[in-house]
């Protein structure tokens, strides 16, 4: 009887085994996917940025009382590698309004010149796959601001036209 429950024992240890193994080998596969992800990952994580900047800024404001504005941006995979800048605002003065609807020509001072340094900053090579990946993206591109407040839902963050 204790052969067989040491056989038992035996058994369960090497299914536990077995099982993480399996699961660590799932991580890995995990891991690798998002250190090499395919342009719908991509897409779908910009997608999610309305949800994911508003909880941060909210928790931000629950914490410390702050305000503040997020701005993000790099090639869009939607829209073949374009440039997207996106802007997320929490909180509004005493006018009712927040930054960027305070701020006289927001686009101008704010987008234009963090979307051209982004444009510095990629190369398709580096952020886009195409079949001429020695192109730089051009700084004459049409610029797109996406500002949503910080607690948009998800469902709101759209993707850019294409212009």
């Given at each position: 009887m204790a052969a067989h429950g040491e056989e038992f024992v ?32 991509k897409a779908q994580c910009l997608e999610g940025l309305g ?95 996406e500002t949503l407040p910080a607690s948009a839902p998800i ?9």
């Amino acid at each position: 009887m204790a052969a067989h429950g040491e056989e038992f024992v035996h058994h369960m240890e090497v299914e536990a085994k077995i099982e993480c193994a399996h699961r660590a080998d799932k991580v890995k596969a995990d891991l690798e996917a998002i250190h090499t992800p395919t342009e719908s990952l991509k897409a779908q994580c910009l997608e999610g940025l309305g949800g994911l900047v508003g909880q941060l800024l909210d928790a931000i404001h629950e914490t410390t009382g702050w305000h503040g504005s997020v701005y993000l941006g790099g090639p869009d995979p939607c829209v073949n590698g374009e440039v997207h800048v996106f802007s997320f605002h929490h909180g509004k003065g005493f006018s009712g309004f927040n930054f960027r609807e305070m701020l006289p020509n927001h686009h101008g001072h704010i987008v234009e010149p963090f979307t051209a340094f982004l444009k510095g900053t990629f190369t398709i090579d580096a952020s886009y796959h195409s079949m001429d990946s020695s192109m730089t993206l051009p700084v004459g591109e049409p610029l797109v601001n996406e500002t949503l407040p910080a607690s948009a839902p998800i469902s709101q963050l759209s993707t850019p036209p294409i212009l």
